[in-house]
């Protein structure tokens, strides 16, 4: 965008920084209290496990909604919306004194805070060329990696002080402030509010466009069953170190600090790659390491060892691939697509989340009493990954050779 200078997208990825701490934290800085909350509510681990999978269907189902209307009426009436359903979402959550009622906050928190994320993405596309995606948006995902280490810190700490509700009282004043923030600061990056491609008749079509593109598919399958493998960690983390291993509360919170520091790595491997290979390439080293950290945490599984090690350091490396991912399927699912940014944003946003919502399900049913079960989902969506990519990508290959010849 031209009328956009190199300060103002300064400001503007900045305050995009603040607005993604929230999903991370509505997600995330309960987590500690899980065990403890299943004692509150009087109910099972598994129905318990649920709130993180009705979180992410909010998430997933408005999502579609929020991409679409943003290229229509714009990026920040959207967010502001979005930010005012989060602050009902986490009071009712704070609120709640059964079960059903605190599953209804989580969903109403997760179609709230949907809003930032592919909006979010929708504006970075809208500000830089495909490279320059790419690199902005791996800029944003190092800084957004440190949030899921310190969200389960910060929630087990309020916790122990306080108790479960204070980290969702916490989500509710952070919405206040990032709502000011976003109403003073933030301008309109959509300079093609109210066009024709943005109106419900050409939905559909759109739609039907993102679902016919090869590239759009395969780069969201990939991110996809990444974010699935992530989500299907997260939900079964407090209750393989906690309940099995023993780890206290805080020990579990302090222990995410080395799964977020191999999150890094791979943004800074991620970063001197970009330059050397193709973002194709790079999403394929990516997915390989996924399917040999997985085969390795499965094989570890069959001969019976469970200890922080054997649990820890295949999982590094398991992040280490999905941060070689996200940011360049972003990219490559959404360039192409500048006149439908909003639409191709729900649709990726909507492929992410919802493998999320199947394997955080999954997850709840199958026995936790080894790391087994979690390692065999990461090996089975790892392996459909690297697969449909490679054939993707050979796929391109007889296509430019064909026409060349």
């Keep these: 965008m031209s009328d956009i200078n190199k300060a103002q997208k300064t400001l ?18 309960y987590l500690p209290a899980l065990p403890l909350m299943t004692e509150y509510f009087a109910t099972t681990t598994s129905v318990l496990q649920y709130s993180v999978s009705i979180y992410f269907v909010g998430f997933a189902i408005a999502q579609l909604a929020y991409g679409p209307a943003s290229d229509y009426y714009g990026r920040k009436p959207l967010i502001i919306f979005g930010l005012i359903i989060a602050l009902l979402g986490s009071a009712i959550c704070a609120l709640s004194t059964s079960i059903s009622t605190f599953l209804l906050g989580r969903l109403v928190l997760g179609i709230g805070v949907a809003a930032s994320i592919p909006i979010g993405r929708v504006i970075l596309t809208d500000l830089y060329d495909k490279k320059d995606v790419s690199k902005a948006a791996s800029l944003l995902n ?75 598919v395969a780069y969201s399958l990939c991110t996809c069953l990444a974010y699935a493998g992530v989500i299907a960690y997260t939900t079964s983390s ?12 805080e020990q579990f919170s302090w222990l995410t600090i080395t799964i977020t520091l191999s999150y890094i790595t791979g943004g800074w491997l991620n970063n001197r790659l970009i330059d050397k290979h193709t973002i194709d390439h790079v999403i394929a080293i990516g997915l390989t390491t996924m399917l040999l950290s997985s085969l390795s945490l499965t094989l570890i599984g069959v001969v019976g060892i469970l200890n922080l090690y054997a649990l820890v350091i295949p999982m590094c490396f398991f992040m280490v691939g999905t941060r070689l991912i996200f940011a360049n399927a972003m990219a490559g699912a959404l360039s192409d697509f500048r006149g439908i940014t909003g639409v191709a944003s729900s649709l990726y946003g909507f492929f992410q989340i919802a493998g999320s919502v199947l394997t955080s399900a999954l997850i709840g049913y199958l026995p936790k009493s080894s790391q087994l079960p979690l390692a065999l989902v990461l090996l089975v969506g790892s392996s459909f990954a690297l697969c449909q990519f490679l054939y993707f990508m050979r796929q391109n290959q007889l296509l430019i050779s064909n026409e060349l010849n």
């Excluded at 949030?147 to 309020?158: E, N, Q, R, T, V």
């Excluded at 122990?160 to 309109?188: A, C, G, M, N």
């Design 238 to 249: 407090p209750f393989l170190f906690q309940s099995l291993l023993g780890l206290t509360m």
């Design 142 to 216: 190092s800084i957004f990696a440190v949030l899921p280490a310190f969200s389960p810190i910060l929630g087990a700490y309020l916790v122990k002080y306080f108790d479960w509700q204070s980290t969702f009282i916490f989500v509710l004043i952070l919405s206040v402030l990032v709502l000011l923030l976003i109403l003073r600061f933030l301008p309109e990056t959509n300079q093609q509010r109210f066009s024709k491609d943005a109106t419900k008749g050409k939905l559909l079509a759109n739609y039907r466009r993102l679902f016919a593109s090869r590239s759009f």
């Design 12 to 29: 503007i990825l900045s305050l995009l920084v603040i607005l993604c701490t929230i999903p991370s934290l509505a997600s995330d800085s």
